[in-house]
Structures are given as C-alpha cells and as structure tokens.
C-alpha cells in the first residue's frame, strides 16, 4: 500500500509542479516569440505543446484513477490490486518527467535566445569597432601604396552584412 501511495502522491506533487511551470514557461515563449522571427519561435511552441500535452495526460490519468476502484487510499484492496496500481502510478511519474525534461530543453533554448538578444547590440558594436579599425589600416597601406582594392571590397561587404543584420533585429 505504501509503495503505490508513494507513487500516487508523488504524481500529485509533479502535476501540479509541472502545471505551474508550464504556465511560467507559456509567458517566457510568448515573451521570447516577440523578440523572434516566426520560424525560430516554432520549436519553442512546439516543444511547450509536447510538455502541456505530457501533463495533461498525467493529470487525465491521475484523475480516472484516484477517482475509480484503483485508488490506493481504499481500505478495501488488497496486496495484489495495491501492486497492479502502483505501475499505473509509475506510468504517470514517468511521463511527468518527460514533461519536466521538456520544459528544462525549452527554459535552456529560451535563455539562450534571450541572451542572444540582448547581447547583439554589444556583438554590433564589436563589428562596428574591427571595421573601423579595418578601414585605419586600410588607408594605412593605401599611403603606403599597397593595392588595397580586394580589402575595399571586403570591407564594403562587411558593411552590407552589417547593415542587413541591424535590420533584421530591428524586424
């Protein structure tokens, strides 16, 4: 009895655990979804989806069987049905840590997202600085009468990509 109480209270504490962090999580990927193009919020939404659907299972399961015959609180069961309800219990903890697994991978990629945000204007500003650096030594060979027209030309694209990057982060 003890063992499928154990197991029937532990999936208690991990949905409702992992229903609060789902939601958590939902706020994080809508927050992080704004920052994003569509394509790159999609395995957020996704992986979410998975997670919510993992503990909804759990929770669907927990339900029918705290509410049925196969409810270890029962004084009326006896060793054999205790031990057919304990795996059922075990079923439900084990899908409840796929969700918690799921919701660990989404919370990492949102992080990293976010910081890849937010660290852009300082990465930009790194560009900016070894540009302008590139084009002092470029005039630098110039004076010193270098062909330095392949240098322009790379230069100007590193411009281009530059310019194109700050719009897109600006979209």
């Known amino acids: 009895r003890q063992k499928a109480l154990l197991a029937k209270q532990g999936a208690a504490a991990g949905i409702n655990e992992l229903i609060e962090a789902a939601q958590m999580l939902d706020i994080k990927v809508d927050v992080t979804a704004n920052r994003v193009a569509p394509e790159e919020a999609a395995p957020l939404r996704n992986g979410l989806v998975e997670a919510r659907r993992l503990v909804d299972i759990s929770s669907q399961r927990y ?3 705290s509410h049925s015959a196969a409810d270890p ?20 903890l084990d899908n409840l840590r796929q969700a918690r ?8 990629q ?17 560009v900016d600085a070894a ?5 002092i030594k470029h005039d630098e060979l110039s004076r010193a009468g ?9 230069l100007a694209k590193g411009r281009i990509t530059l310019a194109m990057a700050h719009d897109l982060a600006s979209k």
């Open 63 to 65: 339900s029918e069987l």
């Open 73 to 92: 609180t029962n004084p009326k069961l006896g060793e054999a049905e205790l031990a057919a309800i304990e795996p059922e219990f075990r079923g439900i």
């Open 101 to 108: 697994e799921a919701i660990r991978g989404i919370e990492g």
């Open 110 to 126: 949102v992080s990293t997202i976010q910081q890849t945000v937010d660290d852009f204007p300082v990465r930009v500003a790194e």
């Open 131 to 135: 540009i302008e650096k590139a084009i």
């Open 146 to 154: 270098f062909n330095t027209d392949y240098a322009v030309d790379l």
